[in-house]
């Protein structure tokens, strides 16, 4: 059979198994469905989206990877076996693996994964940063010194946070042969890599067709043997209430984005569907303009703090899918103590508002996002505020419209939230705290130098024990006196068919951690 035969042959049994699913999906298969939307491109040195996060992080392999050990996002050896940093901290030399190969049967080399690193500082895409900014790396900052061995010259930056980068999906290895057997133009083969694979992975990326499905299959060189889910479907279903009754008559194993009520019903005992959960890599909050009116005043700041109703924003907004967490660093990352200073208390509040000057409180605009969640934050908020004489006007604007506005230090007080790009402590506490990054800290006009410098100097400490005291002393500072009350730390959940096995451990630590090999039925 010619090799036109054999990719007819291919299609045309991925369309009749993308068929037969709905009445018998085999037990080797998974079938998810999910609104694929944000899916744009597979490309590790491209794809910076959540979702299409998980599926690049299973048809690539890293030098390291992360997995969760005692609670902790832990980095463990993936395509190097071991590594070694130098006295200074700044060069690391990653011994690979040997026998590892591509899927499609070429050596991992050294040299693939020079390609890979400069290939994505070269391009430049939304990732880059991770390399450029964190680390510190250009295109002569990594060298492949043999077929087994690569240097890294690093700006410095702690232990933690250079294997954290490492493990996200920029540090994808890609087979650098067949990438640039599929260039087009010098574009360092991002269109072929946009719905195609080239990597050392569980899984190959087999199909996408968009607003259709995703199918993904086991990679037979994979050199921790093949998993035992040999292949994924991911299914186009955009509406949620369509993805819950496809998961309850048993055509699909998981359904992904179910609203919370429909999560909330699965909590129930059933024979055939299950909830799994894992805390999310992000952070929900409100915030205040410390430059704008009675802001400036910490006090009023604080006030509402205390007149925030923690609790039944975690268990009526969210029915109970959220985490009491006060602090930016999120659960199970380096430097994370649990630290939860503020409940609601009304008579503190008003005390703390007349202190300031203000014992018949004021007036301000509250602006959220059209999500149905944030704006049912914001309503519980307003009912707070009111409580101590602070009358709250809500404005819902597109999110487009907000973050121009917020990044322009444009608005007065705001709920949102943030997602996190890599698990170090350093990834939370520079938005969070140092306005010389230009992010949080200064959208909200919080230009405070102490708290700078404390996140300064515990993103170059070396030593782990100093670094993490470091970052607990940062925190309760900024508890104190930052112009942030976070809400809580969501959770991520998705409905199962009870006959899939392991997606709770495959899921744990969700995004950052995910891995399909766990996945068995």
Partial sequence: MNRKRKAIAGLLFLAALSVAVAANIPKDTLVVASNSEIFKSFDPGV???VEPSVYVKNIYANLVTLKMVDGAFTPVPDLAEKWEQSSDGKTWTFYLRKGAKFANGDPVKASDVEYSYRRAITINKSPAWLFKDTLGLTV???K????????IVTNGAPSNIVLSVLAANIGGVLNEKEVRAHEVSGDMGQAWLTDHSAGAGAYVLKEWKRKTQIVLTANKNYFNGEPPIKTIIVRDVPEAS???????KGDVDVAWQITVEQAASLRDKSEDVALISTPAQSLEYVAMNASWGPFKDNRVRQAVKYA??????INKVREGFAIKNQQFLAIGYFGYKESNPYKRDVEKAKKLLADAGYPNGFEVEIVTSESDIRRAEAVVVQSNLADIGIKSNIVVMPAAQMYDKYR??????IVAGWGIDYPDADALAKPFADYTVKQLAWRNAWLDDKAAAMTAAAAKEINDKKRAQMYIDLVQYWQVNG???MLYQPIEYWGIRKEVKGYDKAFEGYNVHCNFTLISK
């Fill in 483 to 485: 112009p942030f009350a």
């Fill in 144 to 151: 492949a010194v043999n077929d087994t061995t690569v240097t």
């Fill in 140 to 142: 002569d900052s990594i």
């Fill in 408 to 413: 322009n230090q444009g608005l007065q007080m």
């Fill in 242 to 248: 369509d993805r819950y009754l496809l998961l309850k």
């Fill in 47 to 49: 794809c910076f989206e």
């Fill in 308 to 313: 925030i109703d923690y609790d039944a924003i």
